[in-house]
């Protein structure tokens, strides 16, 4: 009896959320422009999601270069059935090719990472399911008449187990990612 509250305690100290993702669905389309259906794509998979913009001049790269190096050491390990999500909150430039070559650039394997682009419901609807905050900023017009701005936003990568339950978030630029390969170790056991 004891052992087993010692081990419950010690996974709800590891992995302190545990917020169904499954109640509501949410039409997405990834880079290739193909529909897809959140959550239904991560069902099964332990899953690392993190929330960018494109044009963002420095938390967004270094939370995707995070998830990069992360799922490198997984794939040098042989660890599978790990899928990586880069959802964007700024659907009014990050179109599917715009995540296609952001992605591109930076080397991503896309055979385990999915980014997806949504409508400003869905995207909206979404972020406020994970807690994330993002509020366009400091706008302006270039000579040729095209608006440009910046976004203010939470700082996030969550980890998710294949129950689609999640159960870990994580300062997206800064995350320790050791604990964070571990943590995804953890539960894919």
Request: net charge neutral; glycine share 4%; proline share 3%.
């Amino acid at each position: 009896m004891v052992s087993t509250i010692l081990i419950l305690i010690s996974c709800q100290s590891k992995y302190p959320l545990d917020k169904d993702l499954t109640r509501k669905n949410y039409t997405f389309f990834n880079q290739d422009s193909v529909g897809v259906i959140f959550p239904d794509i991560i069902k099964g998979k332990v899953t690392v999601i993190g929330f960018i913009y494109t044009n963002c001049p420095d938390i967004c790269p270094m939370t995707t270069h995070n998830m990069y190096l992360t799922q490198q050491k997984l794939k040098k390990n042989a660890i599978e059935n790990v899928l990586f999500v880069t959802v964007t909150f700024d659907p009014d430039r990050d179109f599917p090719s715009v995540l296609k070559k952001f992605g591109e650039i930076r080397d991503i394997d896309f055979t385990n990472w999915v980014f997806l682009w949504g409508d400003k419901k869905n995207t909206k609807s979404l972020l406020k399911r994970f807690d994330i905050t993002a509020l366009k900023t400091d706008s302006t017009y270039f000579d040729d008449g095209e608006l440009t701005y910046s976004v203010m936003h939470t700082d996030r990568i969550s980890l998710i187990d294949n129950e689609s339950r999640l159960k870990k978030n994580y300062r997206g630029s800064k995350v320790n990612l050791e604990e964070l390969y571990n943590d995804i170790i953890n539960l894919g056991e």
